[in-house]
Structure formats: structure tokens, C-alpha cells
């Protein structure tokens, strides 16, 4: 069975707002009894903060209560505490680093994949309409200095993300 994230610290948690038993603490966090008595009596573990299981989603307090009543009983660790994450509404995010390259990516994109929808190279570089639209004028501030560049080689999509695309206009791509 795997224990809590951080034993020692989850422990000194159990013993100062639990009435578990030794036995019980140790055997969850994978310590000796006497192991738990002596983090108990203040002789190992010293100035080491509790950690509490129930925030970390290691432990629920029903599982506490339940073995708090019965001194034979285990505590189990929780198996569902992973949830997936929830899709991000709202734009892609770009690093700081990168993101004076956009325009250059999204001038590829204009150049070799001129029948993608501003949609789709908004998905995709995570931009707006009027960027686009003033890169495909010739009226973005930066227009002179501007040279095109591959998105992925820029870091602004993976190239699964480009050849998804690509898989739904397959007329319209043109290489280099």
C-alpha cells in the first residue's frame, strides 16, 4: 500500500488532532509504533509542521471517524482524490518569452495555410480576430520587421495541433 505524500509531517497532524492509535498512525504512514510514540513524546521529528490529509485529499474525515471508533481498524488512503482537471475556458496561453514571435507565427500560418478560418488560427495560436486581420492587411505595427515563421518551430502549437488542422483543409496547405 503507498502512504500519504509526506509521512513524518502527516503523522505529527494525526497524533496532535486525532485520538488514533499508535498502530494505526504507523501503519498508514508506513512507521514502527514506536516510531509514532516517540514522534509523539518529542524525541524524533522535532520542529517538523503537521500536515493535514484531509486538504491534501490523502484522508477523508469519515475514514478518521470510523477508525477513531474502532482501534482495530486501518486507514485506508483515498483513491478518488484525483480529479481530471476542467478544460480552461478563454485563450491560449503564451509565455512572455514567446510572445513577440506570434505575429511572425501567425504570418506562416497566413502564408502556407491561407483557407484555415480565423477561428481555427485563433484556437490555435491563441490570438485574436484583430491581429489577423491586421497581419493579413499589412497594418500590424510591426508589419516591416515581420518574417514568417513556422508556429511550431516558435513554440506557439505542437505540431499535432498544425497536422489536426491541416487533416481538416487538406487542399489548402502549401509547403515550402
Known amino acids: 500500500m503507498s502512504g500519504p505524500l509526506m509521512p513524518k509531517a502527516t503523522a ?3 497524533i496532535e488532532n486525532t ?3 499508535f498502530e494505526q498512525i504507523g501503519a498508514f504512514c508506513g512507521f514502527h509504533a514506536l516510531e509514532i510514540q516517540a514522534i509523539a513524546d518529542g524525541e524524533i521529528a522535532i520542529g517538523i509542521m503537521g500536515r493535514d490529509p484531509i ?4 484522508l477523508t474525515t469519515a475514514e478518521i471517524e470510523r477508525c477513531q471508533k474502532n482501534p482495530t481498524a486501518q486507514l485506508a488512503l483515498r483513491t478518488d482524490k484525483w480529479e481530471k482537471p476542467k478544460k480552461r ?3 491560449k496561453y503564451t509565455p512572455v518569452s514567446i510572445r513577440q514571435d506570434k505575429p511572425d507565427g501567425i504570418a506562416w500560418v497566413l502564408k502556407h495555410c491561407p483557407d484555415f478560418s ?3 488560427i485563433i484556437k490555435l495560436l491563441g490570438t485574436t480576430k484583430a491581429t489577423i486581420n491586421s497581419i493579413r492587411n499589412k497594418t500590424h505595427k510591426n508589419s516591416t520587421e ?3 515563421q513556422n508556429p511550431v ?8 495541433e498544425l497536422d489536426v488542422l491541416k ?7 502549401q509547403e515550402d
Do not use: F, I, N, R
Request: glycine fraction near 12%; hydrophobic fraction near 35%.
Open 12 to 14: 505529527v497532524w494525526l
Open 19 to 21: 485520538t488514533l492509535t
Open 153 to 160: 518551430t516558435l513554440g506557439l502549437c505542437s505540431q499535432a
Open 55 to 58: 486538504t491534501a485529499g490523502e
Open 89 to 91: 475556458k478563454g485563450g
Open 146 to 148: 515581420m518574417k514568417p
Open 167 to 173: 487533416a481538416k483543409y487538406p487542399k489548402a496547405v
Open 118 to 120: 480565423d477561428t481555427d
